[in-house]
């Protein structure tokens, strides 16, 4: 079983997100390099359609979220997690 995260993109998120990206950055390679964090990245037209994050277990993905730049200064607009059964997983 895998943690899908969805972030949904606040309004001018271009102008939003420029002063959190290398803090936000840092925390991605964070739970990466722990093993947490699997796979991370923009959907098509993320302005509007934002970017998908796949984690390990719901606590890594919920403590990813609670401590991102993105999610506290208000780059994201809304976030969520679904649990994902993942079916061509070793």
């Known amino acids: 079983m895998k943690y ?14 420029a002063p959190h990206m290398d ?10 390099a722990r093993g947490d964090l699997l796979l991370v990245g923009t959907l098509e037209n993320p302005q509007v359609n934002g970017s998908l994050s796949v984690f390990r277990t719901r606590e890594a993905a919920e403590e990813f979220v609670s401590g991102d730049p993105f999610v506290r200064h208000g780059v994201v607009k809304n976030w969520y997690v ?4 993942e079916v061509l997983a070793p």
């Open 4 to 17: 899908l995260v969805f972030y949904e993109p606040a309004d001018n998120v271009l102008e939003r997100d």
């Open 23 to 32: 803090a936000h950055s840092a925390r991605i390679r964070e739970f990466h």
């Open 82 to 85: 679904r649990k994902w059964n």
